[in-house]
């Protein structure tokens, strides 16, 4: 088979963030947005956000990278400078996005 025949545009796919916690806390489970395929800046990005230059996690700038993965059904950006979502929410999201990409 050849590699080309793998590719494809991204697609925006439709993700819920359903566990019991977040189901007993909202009344229903959440539903959020990304592409199915993501590009290599944000792949090579991830990787290098991992750690910095300390061996220290960098929080800020992963969360800076990920707000591009958790979008509308339109295709943007949920998290702004102005608007952000509730911790725990978040974390759950983080989970999903990176569960869905893995596979």
Do not use: C
Not at 53 to 71: R, S, T
């Amino acid at each position: 088979m050849k590699l080309s025949t793998l590719t494809k545009e991204p697609q925006l796919i439709e993700l819920l963030i359903d566990d019991k916690d977040i189901v007993k806390e909202y009344g229903e489970a959440l539903s959020f947005h990304t592409w199915d395929r993501q590009p290599m800046h944000i792949f090579t990005q991830l990787a290098n956000m991992s750690q910095d230059n300390d061996g220290k996690q960098d929080i800020g700038g992963m969360l800076n990278l990920v707000k591009q993965l958790i979008l509308d059904d339109e295709g943007k950006e949920i998290i702004t400078d102005k608007a952000s979502l509730p911790t725990n929410v978040l974390m759950s999201v983080i989970k999903k996005v990176t569960e869905t990409l893995g596979k």
